[in-house]
């Protein structure tokens, strides 16, 4: 019996769906069978980060109205055997699936699958109940700006409500840099005013926006430290005790690799 | 195929997402001037040999007979006529954008480009005007005739009648000329679309 665990935020463009992607690709790398499942009907984007777009035939909302089996939905990575996509519908909006069909749609993915990873809408309307519907664990996502930690907060409190506790806490685009100048919010800052468990913290890196375009998930480039972060999420949710990494120190290892190739 | 239940029937369907396409794309039908808008055509479809001046009361008319010398320039007497008009035809004089949906029981033409994201079913020919980057399915009531052309053809995903293709992964390469695919010994193949090549497969 696998698990349930919703990605979301409140706002949007905080990186819900490139967590998904990488989060998943990382549990799959780790051998485990995971499904990602693409609640965003109408603005679908989770085939295209993973690179998948063109295999779509058959979408979410054709599973849960029943015009084709589960097993024909779900497309399989590229890349790992074990990771799978069931996409969202691209013509349909969110009112095509209802909380149950979707609560029955998760009972069925976690009977054969380690980790059913849901990438959450953004908003607080009828796309996000139905994702966390059928969650048992749900990770919320927030860059280090007070609008996006007030919608996380806002978030957290709907979760709360819908007896999804003790979420967990990702901090994206973090820039240790603009940190230690007090120019942005500090991963206790966002902590003190949240008060969950943090999952990860992933520094700001230009590499996810060439590896999302390319639709190769960042967790694959072993050069990428946001990679590494994903990585490291990876591994908590599947049971490991990984320390966080030390953003810093990572910062004065690629100023080193810089002056090496001669940027300075 | 899972979108054929939009096809039931000779009725015109063109469903999109958010807003319904109807009065500026105006449904034709190859070579028949007479006929509309495709529900028109639909009803007249039994009398198509009549006059087109006074189509509504033919039936009636027990002297109607005479007039069948008008047929000669109707589709259903002219093999010649049939070899081009075939089926209802629509024509979308805008982009399709992700999300939109066309689907059409007949031929669709666009002019203009079609979003990757978006999708075209049409149980007749599709023809795009411009770049064609979403989904397509021509020949989606099962006509393996069905061909997709477009003058840049770099479709998300390519179907006609029951098969389903997609571009290779890996660097994709910009087409340079239009091209046009259809089934070949049970395969799709792409080419360059090459004028009156269709119109000589047609009569020969």
Known sequence: MGEVIVITSGKGGVGKTTTTANIGTGLAALGHKVVLVDTDIGLRNLDVVLGLENRIVYDIVDVTHGNCRMKQALIKDKRFEGLHLLPAAQTKDKTAVTPDQMRELCDNLKKEFDYVIIDCPAGIEQGFKNAIAGAERAVVVTTPEVSAVRDADRIIGLLEAAELREPKLIINRLRPLMVKRGDMMSIDDIIDILAVDLLGVVPEDELIVVTTNKGEPAVLDGNCRAGQAYRNMARRIAGEDVPLMDLEANDGFVSKLKKLIGFK | ?204
């Open chain 2, 1 to 204: 195929m899972k979108k054929d239940k939009g096809s039931k029937g000779k009725k015109l369907f063109v469903k999109k997402a958010d807003d319904r396409l109807s009065e500026d794309s105006p449904a034709k039908s190859k070579g028949t001037p007479d006929e509309g808008v495709p529900s028109m055509a639909e009803k007249k479809k039994p009398e198509k040999s009549a006059a087109p001046d006074k189509p509504d009361k033919l039936p009636e008319k027990p002297d109607h007979l005479p007039e069948k010398p008008a047929r000669k320039n109707t589709v259903e007497s002219d093999p010649w006529q049939q070899a081009f008009a075939d089926d209802n035809t629509i024509l979308i004089k805008r982009t399709v954008r992700s999300g939109q949906c066309i689907q059409f029981d007949g031929n669709v033409v666009v002019m203009g480009d079609v979003n990757p994201g978006s999708e075209i079913i049409a149980a007749g020919n599709v023809v795009v005007m411009g770049a064609l980057r979403g989904v397509v399915h021509a020949g989606a009531t099962g006509r393996e005739d069905a061909t997709v052309s477009a003058f840049k053809l770099q479709p998300t995903q390519l179907r006609i009648a029951n098969h389903i293709t997609r571009a290779p992964d890996g660097d994709y390469v910009a087409p340079e000329h239009p091209e046009i695919a259809r089934i070949k010994d049970g395969v799709v193949v792409i080419e360059t679309y090459q004028m009156g090549q269709d119109r000589q497969s047609k009569i020969g």
